[in-house]
């Protein structure tokens, strides 16, 4: 059975690909600087109430409308603002929110119990009519490509829904954990809810001046008595690593995503500056065009996998800070497999002997890349560099966001690298980007061997089979080299000393709910 994703959703999902997917680095590294799984995320003491908390974040939000996601800094702030089904916690464990139990009825059937004590910031209480009327709305926007699995959501009672599934669907629950904003169907159907949002989350959005800040404050109707612990936050947008930092040394920010990485090591001893632990949850890959020459040969691709030193990438493009990859997870994260078909690389000998079988032994091509991105311009000249040890002449040409990513959706690039970030389970990453029939498959790629497994792997319900599917997958993809992973992206914030809760989620989510700060 293949699910696949509406050519609108496409549009829409692309849009947000385009705008995040090749900012890279959206954390600042510190694994290895004597703070790590320490600092703010664990710092003990009673949690203080009140006050505000000013987070900076990388890139500007532009829709309140979870159904609707155009950008990841958007889904940072809204998901202070409306509540899920259920969460996933640090431990890649499913936690109960909006729903307090769950029953999987058959392979196509769950049953979930709701809490009955949740509103709106309206006063509304949220039903289970409201989460049927917002998962009606997924089938019409590009929530996640995975939710096209959900067919039908039966009211049972005021608290209790009942979900009945196209096919048997491994990740449901993580598709929950992911994409389950309930929204107000009142609230949905007489105001733009791109622009007013109403939850039943922690935090109710009370001011947006666009391109500059979003100021949020504590609902006191929260279903979870006691929490949040802060009266404020306000979320900034600075896109300069540089400038957020000056303004948490200054006192003006609270909590930041991402510092200069090269400053990284040197911060380690600032005793106002507590780092969080350093978490690889966001995959960096090599996409390449299998829809023309020279890509759609399978031998070009695995000549490009074969002179990849993801190690070297790490070291020149994340300063030796980003974890290495070869598959969409790294530890800890409970799917990794460690399967490598190309350990040993780099080989520029095995990468010039598979050219000259393709009869590519001059092959020259093009590095489509963003100029304000410099991650993704250093990823381009460090390849550049390793694909000449084999011959290879890659000429780095740069485009503006939209052109960029014009280039993948209408499969005119060569070759590109960006990054995917929903990635908890490895099936949100290689199902969109590999499957043929999916939308967001911008490599072209099309392989009967690869659908069958993913089909085995995604829509399989029993735990033990998928874990013993996976790296199949892993090395079926790898092998066919559409994609080609190249590091994992350490998430880390970095907070003012007194600050308590910060800690990077496997969701990528920013989470203030439980977050409070110790006023000097």
Known sequence: MVHRTSRRGFLKGAAALGAVG?????????EACGKSGSGAATASGKPVRGGTLTIATVDTPVNMDPQDAELYAS?????????RLVELDADFKIQPSLA???KQEDERTWTMDLVDNARFHNGDRLTAEDVKFSFERVKSHPNAVFLSAFQQTEVLSPTRVRFHLSGPFGPFLDALAGFSDIVSQKAVTTMDPKLHPVGSGPFKMTEWVQNDHITLERFDGYFQKGLPHVDKVIFKAIGDDSVRLTGLQTGELDWIQRVPPQQAKSLASNRQI????????????????CTKPPFNDVRVRQAVAWCIDSSEIAKLV??????????????????????????????????????????????????????????QIRTGEVLQSQLAKAGIQMQ??????????????????????????VSYD?????????????????????????????????????????????????????????IVFIDNELQQYWSRA???????????????????????
Request: include cysteine; glycine fraction near 6%; hydrophobic fraction near 40%.
């Open 426 to 482: 490895p099936a949100f990453c290689y199902y969109p980007l590999t499957l043929s029939t999916s939308p967001w498959n911008f490599s072209g790629f099309k392989s009967d061997e690869v659908d069958q497994l993913l089909q085995k792997f995604v829509f399989g319900v029993d735990d033990k089979a998928r874990k013993a599917a996976y790296p199949d997958v892993v090395r079926a993809v790898a092998e066919a080299a559409p």
């Open 318 to 375: 994340y300063f030796s800070e980003g974890a290495a990859a070869s598959e969409a997870v790294s530890p800890p994260n409970p799917w990794y497999s460690g399967v490598n078909p190309y350990k040993g690389a780099p080989d520029p000998e095995k990468a010039k002997a598979l050219l000259k079988q393709a009869g590519q032994e001059d092959l020259r091509i093009t590095f489509a890349g963003q100029s304000n991105l410099p991650t």
């Open 274 to 289: 507590v780092p969080t632990a350093a978490k690889p949850y966001l995959p960096d890959l090599v996409m390449m065009n």
């Open 396 to 421: 780095i040409q740069n485009y503006a966001a939209a052109q960029w990513f014009e280039t993948l959706s209408k499969k005119t690039y060569d070759l590109t690298s960006t990054y995917w970030s």
């Open 100 to 102: 307090h139990s769950w």
């Open 498 to 520: 007194g600050v308590h809760g910060p800690a990077p989620l496997p969701t990528l989510d920013i989470r203030v709910i439980d977050s409070w700060a110790k006023r000097s």
């Open 22 to 30: 090749a900012t890279g680095g959206l954390s600042a590294f510190l």
């Open 75 to 83: 889904i940072q702030v809204y998901h202070n603002i409306f509540s």
